[in-house]
């Protein structure tokens, strides 16, 4: 019998990420509350101060009273002037404390996020990043206050109608036309927000492409492609903009010009009040004062409208994207002190997702610590596949990979790729100095430990000359030194620490053949009792291993003894 739960779980109506943040806050945003409170009841204050002064005052002459009445206002007006900029602090206050957490939240979860599972290209993710903004603007400041004084129109349509009874219904009326008007626009509008920011998504998109392979477009002339591209986001950037403007503007009007009618209305029928002394004057002014301020809150909601569309439509987004499966998962996962280096594929299937076929097709293999092999095959085989599944960036699509008899999934990949040391195809530099990108801020690594690999991989020959070599900043992901010159650098920080585990995909590809013969002299010795996957199409580089393993369309074709695969390899293949 299953043992999963008849009642579904209730999804909880916002997600963690946002609410624990802001719950955190609460107690500033109780004081915002208040500040609030006390702010709307002073408002009172003021239209009763000219009820009194027209209605008792001005009749009796009574200067001394309007002394005592103005003095009273004024200290009103003193503690409204400090509440006030209290009340902006405190959600200053507390917006940047969420906007923190949130975005520490996010940025982990984009570090962590699984790439079998990531949707969307790099500048999406980067315009994803960038949505957070809206949110945090909408938590902030002016939307939060227009919020907190929707429940004080209530209190004020009190107050108008003990002072002028019927008189209230004027500004009640009103209040169904704004929020009408609302509601008819927030369809529209939800959907204008939801493409203002697709469209503003590929604008990143087509952006970050761009800047990212500036050389490349200007080699294979891709300018007008791009240019293109960049044209059609804009325009349809700028057209649902423009859109999302007018009918947003069409619900601030329609709440400017209830405003204006609440006035209006309550002047025309308060007349007929004093006509039959059921107001007086003074409760004439001080209604249409207050019909105004039962309105306003309104008015502001109508225009903040687009933005509350526009935040809603970035929370699901970014909700969509917190949502995704991440290297973290919630069990508790081991987390290895230190690696023996055993690695084990069993029956490992594996699709990148959105793919027609299988890279890896049931792959069962071994390696045992200590043990170093090189994986051949032809291009697209699947060699880099097999090393990226060892390091956990993808979970097999069936099967298991285990590492010291453990499977991956139940273990913590930051402490795991601790001991790995791994360089991959590509050599992403960061901005930083060389010793910065050597160490990459990791613990108990200090200079000597950086000099010792330097030396190692040839990175001190080019360093070592130059003054301050290793403090040199490099710009960004390593421009300024060649592909080798940062291969060797990609080399170093794989191997400083001397991990237990190291992963090599194509590790000389940028180098000449007199640099990689010493090097691979010099690693002959650091490899020794290493578990070792070095993916190569370079023979030279199966002088550092002892097994050597054949790829061929996702599955292991050899798998022996180096010599013992090379000679097979190299002899003629017999006729049939
Ligand atoms: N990120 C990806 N998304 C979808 N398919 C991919 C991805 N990376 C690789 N593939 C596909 O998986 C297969 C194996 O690719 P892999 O990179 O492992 O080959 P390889 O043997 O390392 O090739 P090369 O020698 O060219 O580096 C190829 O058919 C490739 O098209």
Known sequence: MSTESLVPERKPRFAAWLVEPMLANKSTYMKVGLAALLINLFGLVTSLYSMTVYDRVVPNNATTSLVALTIGLLIVLVFDFILRTLRAYFIDIAGANVDREVGQRTFQRLLSIRLDAR?????????????????????????????????????TLLVIGAIGGWLVMVPIVMIPIVVGAGLLTYPALDRLAGSVMNHGLNKSSVLVEAIGGLETVKVINAAPLLQKRWLEATDSHADSSLRQRLVATLGVNVAATAQSLSYA????????????????????IACSLLGGRAVQPLGSIAQLLSRLTGARTAYQQVNAFMSQPSEISESDQLKPNKLQGLIEFRNVTFRYPGAKQDALKDINLVIKPGERVGILGRIGSGKSTLARMALGL?????????????????????????????????SVLLTGSIRENIILGRDGIDDEEMLRVARLTGVHDFVGQIANGYDLKLADRGEGLSGGQRQSIALSRALVGRPSVIVFDEPTSGMDMQSEEILIARLAEELADRTVIVVTHRPSLLKLVNRVLVIQDGRIAVDGPRDDVLRRLTQPQRAA
């Open 265 to 284: 209305g309550i002047i025309v029928v308060g007349v007929f009040l004093i006509a039959d002394r059921h107001l007086t004057t003074g409760g004439l």
């Open 119 to 155: 949707r969307g290209s790099t500048g999406q993710l980067t315009g994803l990043m960038r949505e957070l903004e809206s949110l945090r603007d909408f938590l902030a400041s002016a939307t939060m206050t227009a919020i907190i004084d929707v429940p004080f129109i209530f209190i």
């Open 394 to 426: 993808y979970q097999p699509t069936d099967g298991l990979v285990m590492i010291d008899g453990t499977d991956l999934r139940q273990m913590d990949l930051v402490s795991v790729r601790r001991h790995v040391g791994a360089a991959l195809q590509e």
